[in-house]
């Protein structure tokens, strides 16, 4: 497959998709993010994981220019986006969701991922209504049935369970060729089948196109991701495979509890 030529070539080239050096945010007298040093690779699957407050989500604001780093750099596939606003970022190929849901309630699923695949093209701001043999339109088709919502085309998005909301905001995501995919707590909310689900949609993904994952359902992160960090009071803590960090004495004490098996 090209993409996998791609993909091959990037990483031979040693070429990160993203690189935090030393970065650090500030609020006040606050310090939710400390020194932090992160390198994911073109492709890569990373879970971040902590308890509450240990800079999950300002990492990823961060990453996205949300909340821009106090001090340190940020680049994207080789580019210093560190001062870049989050639509340039999103230009590149950067893409992320959100814990709260941002979807058009008063519209169908398909007319959702319709205006996000238009959203990324040149005619974006056409007020025509999108003929049969439309690209975009053909776009959110496929991208309906990579998320396994095929049944629901029609539907009003006010209209579905939240998980359903949540499967939407992938194929959001997904829209206009992402490189990397930033995805913040998915499973919250899920039942037993959907986070199964939702693990299916990750694993199905295209393999060039990277995601990094903040999640509390620890079964659902060590099954979509390659490797994990670990988080604790804005600072990374441990790093490893997925079996390495489930394995950690420290980990276990700090995330896991007692009650954590292998599901």
Do not use: W
Not at 126 to 151: C, F, I, Y
């Amino acid at each position: 497959m090209p993409a996998t030529d791609a993909l091959s070539r990037l990483q031979s080239a040693g070429l990160y998709a993203l690189e935090l050096e030393a970065v650090n945010r500030h609020f006040g007298a606050l310090v939710a993010l400390a020194d932090i040093n992160l390198t994911v690779r073109s492709g890569e699957r990373r879970a971040v994981l902590g308890s509450n407050g240990a800079g999950k989500t300002t990492l990823f604001n961060a990453i996205t220019g949300d909340f821009p780093p106090t001090t340190g750099r940020v680049r994207f596939f080789g580019e210093d986006v560190t001062d870049l606003p989050t639509y340039e970022r999103v230009r590149r190929g950067l893409r992320r969701t959100y814990q709260i849901s941002q979807l058009f309630g008063g519209l169908s699923v398909i007319d959702n991922i319709y205006l996000a695949c238009r959203g990324v093209t040149r005619r974006r701001y056409s007020l025509k209504r999108p003929a049969l043999d439309d690209t975009s339109m053909q776009a959110a088709e496929t991208l309906l049935e990579a998320v396994h919502l095929e049944s629901s085309r029609d539907v009003l998005v006010a209209e579905l369970s939240y998980g359903r909301q949540r499967q939407l905001e992938i194929a959001l995501a997904l829209a206009g060729a992402p490189r990397l995919i930033l995805l913040d707590e998915p499973a919250a909310g899920l039942s037993p089948a959907e986070r199964g689900e939702l693990i299916e949609i990750l694993g199905s993904l295209p393999e060039h196109i990277g995601y990094i994952i903040i999640e509390h359902d620890m079964d659902v992160a060590l099954r979509v991701a390659q490797s994990v960090t670990m988080m604790h009071n804005g600072r990374i803590f441990k790093e490893g495979t997925p079996e390495e960090i489930e394995n950690d004495p420290e980990v276990q004490e700090l995330y896991l509890g007692i009650g954590h098996g292998h599901g």
